[in-house]
């Protein structure tokens, strides 16, 4: 139950954090940088919303470390719906513009963290942890 509350707590910090991050003006002239370099924060936009889908998968997960897949799936779609939000709304921020990689990346930051977090973690790791324990 502990788990629980912490976990969600940090979803919700972790949440409003990608948005404030969002919505800060960038004064820095990544526009002009070469598409053809590699960008290290497309590996940045990775990690959060790694770290946001770690934050659900524990806060969700029941006293089995279990959840439905229909709400994983509800998650992940959801979450696509607020990294498109989130990319979007920077077109309208002073230096700021909307960057389909960026909003990739936040995706594919979700999958992993539902594969890695969930079925990795979860599912395997803990969950035989607590059946070999038993034993």
């Given at each position: 139950m502990v788990?629980?509350?912490i976990f969600g707590i940090l979803f919700f910090i972790?949440?409003?954090l990608l948005i404030l991050l969002s919505v800060i003006?960038?004064?820095d002239s990544?526009?002009?940088q070469?598409?053809?370099e590699f960008r290290w924060d497309y590996l940045e936009h990775f990690v959060f919303y790694f770290i946001l889908t770690f934050f659900y998968i524990f806060w969700r997960s029941n006293q089995k470390y279990t959840i439905r897949i229909t709400e994983l799936i509800l998650f992940l779609i959801a979450g696509f719906i607020f990294c498109w939000l989130t990319e979007y709304i920077q077109i309208?921020?002073?230096g700021r513009s909307f960057n389909i990689l960026d909003m990739a990346s936040n995706m594919a930051g979700m999958i992993a963290g539902i594969f890695i977090c969930y079925y990795l973690i979860l599912r395997i790791l803990i969950r035989?942890?607590?059946s070999q324990k038993s034993l």
């Amino acid at each position: 139950m502990v788990r629980r509350i912490i976990f969600g707590i940090l979803f919700f910090i972790w949440t409003i954090l990608l948005i404030l991050l969002s919505v800060i003006p960038n004064s820095d002239s990544l526009l002009d940088q070469d598409i053809s370099e590699f960008r290290w924060d497309y590996l940045e936009h990775f990690v959060f919303y790694f770290i946001l889908t770690f934050f659900y998968i524990f806060w969700r997960s029941n006293q089995k470390y279990t959840i439905r897949i229909t709400e994983l799936i509800l998650f992940l779609i959801a979450g696509f719906i607020f990294c498109w939000l989130t990319e979007y709304i920077q077109i309208f921020i002073p230096g700021r513009s909307f960057n389909i990689l960026d909003m990739a990346s936040n995706m594919a930051g979700m999958i992993a963290g539902i594969f890695i977090c969930y079925y990795l973690i979860l599912r395997i790791l803990i969950r035989n942890y607590f059946s070999q324990k038993s034993l």
